[in-house]
């Protein structure tokens, strides 16, 4: 049914570039780098295409926004960065920091900042460039860490790539790409959270869809998905669809639109954050081979006003645990889990963009409550838990060290 859904779709969105392809070429299109679904390199589309025959439902239970109240935190300012987008803290309290236009900080225990050599080009630009910073599960003894980020590939688009690497010092080395999503071309919304299995045998990694809608619901693109690679980015034997091999075999879930958040919780479950179009943000509770609706279903509506049908509508997709409305743009999530805070150990912790603030959520095994929206005041991108237990954060802003890093430390 999604396969008939998804034909059905592509042809909408795609008809221009439909009309002047044979037809025997509509699924592959071959260009310099390599066989491209029918499309990628079209537009963006200006609204997610509308399916006939949904009678909107609208939803009447999960919205989480809540009134905004002072946060209950000392706030420290402890560095800049240039467009900061990630952090990844070290044990010996250093920590690394993405930069969007393509660096990799170096913050030492005693504040000193040192640019780290090795990082692969960006494609810099709108939502794209170096992305996520994750250290491997063995990070101790092997020095490894993983990149995400936008790639620029040689039909002039871009698509989001996995890095794997050494952390020599200030350096990296055997810097090797381990995968590529494809589906080259135009478009932001590239996803590139990272996260690692609790076992520490295999890793998450979300990404967007591109802005183009209709990928999410294609099963063999990877653009709209959250994949469950190995160390060494290959689709997992244990995936769902495995055995049918290419995309399939790597998927996790379906149906996303811009995936920044991936969390593992105390009790093994994977929690994930995704912005909405104008409203309709989701926290979702990730579960193999669900598929979560976009863009045939969201709680929020096309930047233009036009309607998308909410959730309740098509209930055989993964409905979110919980929803924003007005939009908070969600950033990067943590799942608590220090001693600095013992009243928030198992609660999310939720990055607000453009709703300036930090999202509390607390957790009853599959369920979902709404706990706190503290006033930040700034944008906040990526966060990050210290080993004693402090709440780091970077700030979204312009080029030019406006990205302020603070630390949160108890009243």
């Known amino acids: 049914m999604i396969r008939r859904q998804f034909f059905v779709l592509a042809l909408m969105t795609g008809s221009a570039c439909a009309a002047q392809q044979p037809a025997d070429r509509q699924t592959l299109l071959e260009g310099p780098q390599g066989p491209q679904p029918a499309g990628a390199n079209n537009p963006v589309p200006r609204n997610s295409p509308a399916e006939p025959g949904i009678r909107n439902i609208p939803a009447t239970t999960g ?22 987008v990630a952090i990844a803290l ?4 250093a920590a690394l920091v993405t930069e969007k236009p393509g660096h990799l900080k170096l913050r030492a225990a005693d504040g000193g900042v040192r640019d780290v050599a090795g990082v692969p080009a960006v494609a810099y630009g709108g939502q794209g460039g170096l992305l996520d910073v994750a250290l491997a599960p063995d990070f101790a003894k092997s020095r490894t860490i993983y990149l995400s980020y936008a790639e620029a590939r040689p039909n002039g688009g871009s698509s989001l790539a996995l890095m794997k690497a ?36 295999s890793l998450f990694l979300a ?28 689709a997992w034997p244990g995936n769902p669809q495995y055995k049918t091999g290419g995309v399939r075999a790597q998927t996790w879930t379906a149906g996303h639109r811009n995936p920044y958040g991936l969390a593992f919780t105390g009790d093994g479950r994977l929690w994930e954050v995704e912005m909405g179009p104008k409203g309709g943000d989701e926290l979702n509770l990730l579960e193999a081979n669900r598929n979560y609706g976009w863009p045939i279903v969201s709680n929020g509506i096309n930047y ?40 928030y150990k198992g609660s999310l912790l939720i990055a607000g963009m453009s709703g300036e ?14 706990a706190d929206q503290w006033k930040m005041g700034l944008r906040i991108r990526g966060l990050a838990q210290a080993p004693d237990g402090a709440i780091w954060l970077v700030e979204d802003a312009e080029r030019g060290g406006q990205g302020r890093l603070f630390r949160l430390t108890g009243k």
Do not use: C
């Open 63 to 84: 919205r989480a926004n809540l009134p905004l109240t002072p946060p209950p935190f000392t706030v420290t300012e402890i560095g800049r960065f240039d467009e900061p």
């Open 166 to 201: 050494t952390l020599d010092g200030a350096r990296l080395s055997g810097q090797r790409v381990i995968w590529r999503a494809g589906s080259d071309g135009p478009g932001g919304q590239f996803g590139a959270a990272i996260t690692f299995a609790p076992d520490g045998r």
């Open 357 to 370: 603030s930090l999202v509390r959520v607390t957790l009853k095994g599959d369920k979902a409550y709404p």
């Open 207 to 234: 990404s967007g869809e591109r802005q183009r809608f209709t990928p999410a619901q294609d099963p063999e693109q990877a653009l709209g998905k959250v994949l469950r690679l190995t160390l060494d980015g290959a």
């Open 304 to 343: 233009s006003g036009a309607p998308i049908p909410a959730h309740p509508s098509r209930p055989e997709f993964a409905a979110p645990k919980l929803w924003w409305t007005p939009t908070i743009s969600p950033g990067g999530m943590i799942a608590y889990s220090g001693a600095l805070f013992p009243q």
């Open 90 to 93: 070290l044990a010996d309290g």
